[in-house]
């Protein structure tokens, strides 16, 4: 069974240009998360979806960022213009059912903006 | 606000070490506990899920505990190898996300 990819492994741009971060669930997998880790800082929720439905985006930082999940299947995180503090890594996860160990996360995006 | 604490940031030791990994945590309505482990790079990797009807779990040389009135959980490892050395992470389950400490980053010299 594929886990869950993402792409780009790493990305490094300019402040205030655009991003687009890619998400793969494992097949199957109707709930689908964000997360991120900011440099000092502890992985924080952004959003998770069922299907193509967001159902908590209460995670997301401001404006800037925009989730979206085409069909209910891969997910894409557009940062857009990208700041500084935007630098980390962002993980994607997702699971079958709402529980914590159907959990399977990707190996993370790391965004450096420069 | 939910919050979860690991100690210590950082961990030095010698092979063939036991040690104990440290997590805290400020609500006691926990619903679960997970132990994960990251390596450079990769993503996260589930070691051990407590349930919050449940007070310890283990795998091979891991044990994790669970003491919810107190707000801790402890990642034991026994017989630590140089291939134990990733940084672990701590998380609390509540409300279909996950909470996470900051993480311990261990280092087992060979």
């Known amino acids: 069974e594929a886990g869950v990819t993402q792409f780009p492994s790493h990305s490094v741009i300019e402040k205030g240009q655009t991003v687009t971060l890619r998400c793969d669930p494992i097949?199957?997998?109707?709930?689908l998360y964000w997360y991120r880790r900011v440099m000092g800082k502890e992985i924080k929720f952004l959003l998770h979806?069922?299907?193509?439905?967001?159902?908590?985006e209460s995670g997301m930082p401001n404006n800037r960022f925009l989730a979206e999940r085409t069909g209910g299947t891969y997910s894409t995180l557009k940062v857009q213009p990208a700041e500084l503090e935007d630098s980390g890594v962002y993980f994607c996860?997702?699971?079958?059912?709402?529980?914590?160990?159907?959990?399977?996360f990707g190996s993370g995006t790391r965004l450096t903006v420069v | 606000k939910q919050e979860v604490t690991q100690i210590p940031a950082a961990l030095s030791v010698p092979e063939g070490e036991n040690l104990v990994l440290n997590c805290s945590f400020t609500?006691?309505?926990?619903?679960?506990l997970q132990w994960f482990r990251q390596d450079p790079g990769k993503g996260l990797t589930s070691l051990l899920l407590?349930?919050?009807?449940?007070r310890e779990q283990t795998s091979g040389r891991l044990n994790a505990s669970l003491d919810k009135s107190s707000g801790r959980s402890t990642l034991y490892i026994a017989a630590s190898q140089p291939g134990d050395s990733a940084t672990y992470l701590c998380?609390?389950?509540?409300?279909?996300?996950?909470?996470f400490g900051s993480g311990t980053k261990l280092n087992v010299k060979p």
């Open positions: 609500d006691s309505a926990i619903y679960n």
């Open positions: 407590i349930q919050s009807s449940q």
């Open positions: 996860a997702s699971s079958q059912g709402l529980w914590a160990y159907g959990y399977t």
């Open positions: 998380a609390r389950y509540n409300f279909n996300k996950f909470y």
């Open positions: 979806f069922v299907k193509e439905s967001k159902q908590d």
């Open positions: 097949s199957g997998h109707d709930n």
